[in-house]
């Protein structure tokens, strides 16, 4: 998901790292925040207007009722300077390589701005009721990086609105530079992320098999199955 927001926001962030110094006082850093801030809001926004055509798109798919209001979810810059802090101050003060600070930044950065996509997908899915409302959300697999963590989450296939509370919470966990999303599912048979979910899932019993079915091991075992044999989300029959 790549808008002319993000890349603006990409360039602004890129000059903001190259002018500050290593060690940013708390005047230059609520500067920094201040410049940011805004850039941030703006992609936010168009990642809210990619997920809602998605939506849109999915819903005439499966003869859905309309999609109704897209929730603008609350972020204030205490998000971003938590976020920032950690991967930008904090490091530049210890001397870390620019290059990898500037990565890193952009990474926790986009993850705020796809984070509305996300939220805005999942709120819509679980508030909508009635005939033609999708039945639940899934993580999809986007292909791009497919990390143990993400395959092993994304295995899980979707989550029923009737379904407890318990699981929804891990499978809304993103790491930086993961380009997971959260799809709407209509129908269990015919999801956008279906062809991800069942290799994930096939990938997560081998791992599972690996280990005997000692769950504390699966995720390492998931790992180094993914390093071996690189994950790839089978190209949908035609
Ligand atoms: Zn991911």
């Given at each position: 998901?790549?808008?002319?927001?993000?890349?603006?926001?990409?360039?602004?962030?890129?000059?903001?790292?190259?002018?500050?110094?290593?060690?940013?006082?708390?005047?230059?850093?609520?500067?920094?925040?201040?410049?940011?801030?805004?850039?941030?809001?703006?992609?936010?926004r168009g990642s809210?207007?990619?997920?809602?055509?998605?939506?849109?798109r999915e819903a005439?798919?499966?003869?859905?009722?309309?999609?109704?209001?897209?929730?603008?979810?609350?972020?204030?810059?205490?998000?971003?300077?938590?976020?920032?802090?950690?991967?930008?101050?904090?490091?530049?003060?210890?001397g870390h390589d620019?290059?990898?600070?500037?990565?890193?930044?952009?990474?926790?950065?986009?993850?705020?701005?796809?984070?509305?996509?996300?939220?805005?997908?999942?709120?819509?899915?679980?508030?909508?009721?009635?005939?033609?409302?999708?039945?639940?959300?899934?993580?999809?697999?986007?292909?791009?990086?497919?990390?143990?963590?993400?395959?092993?989450?994304?295995?899980?296939?979707?989550?029923?609105?009737?379904?407890?509370?318990?699981?929804?919470?891990?499978?809304?966990?993103?790491?930086?530079?993961?380009?997971?999303?959260?799809?709407?599912?209509?129908?269990?048979?015919?999801?956008?992320?279906?062809?991800?979910?069942?290799?994930?899932?096939?990938?997560?019993?081998?791992?599972?098999?690996?280990?005997?079915?000692?769950?504390?091991?699966?995720?390492?075992?998931?790992?180094?199955?993914?390093?071996?044999?690189?994950?790839?989300?089978?190209?949908?029959?035609?």
């Amino acid at each position: 998901m790549e808008t002319a927001a993000v890349r603006l926001l990409r360039q602004v962030l890129a000059a903001l790292i190259q002018q500050a110094p290593d060690r940013i006082s708390d005047p230059q850093w609520r500067r920094l925040l201040q410049v940011l801030f805004p850039v941030v809001v703006q992609a936010r926004r168009g990642s809210l207007t990619e997920a809602a055509a998605a939506m849109v798109r999915e819903a005439e798919l499966h003869d859905g009722a309309p999609i109704g209001d897209i929730p603008s979810l609350y972020y204030d810059m205490h998000a971003l300077d938590v976020a920032l802090t950690r991967v930008l101050r904090e490091p530049l003060a210890q001397g870390h390589d620019r290059p990898l600070v500037e990565v890193a930044s952009q990474a926790a950065v986009e993850r705020h701005v796809q984070q509305a996509a996300r939220d805005a997908t999942r709120v819509v899915v679980e508030t909508s009721e009635g005939p033609g409302s999708p039945v639940g959300w899934a993580r999809r697999l986007t292909g791009a990086e497919n990390c143990g963590f993400c395959v092993m989450l994304a295995s899980r296939g979707a989550v029923y609105k009737s379904a407890s509370s318990a699981g929804r919470q891990d499978l809304n966990r993103f790491h930086d530079g993961c380009d997971c999303e959260i799809v709407p599912v209509y129908d269990v048979n015919d999801w956008p992320g279906l062809d991800g979910f069942i290799e994930a899932n096939r990938r997560y019993r081998r791992a599972l098999d690996l280990v005997d079915g000692r769950g504390d091991n699966v995720l390492k075992a998931l790992r180094r199955d993914l390093y071996a044999d690189p994950f790839e989300i089978p190209a949908k029959a035609a």
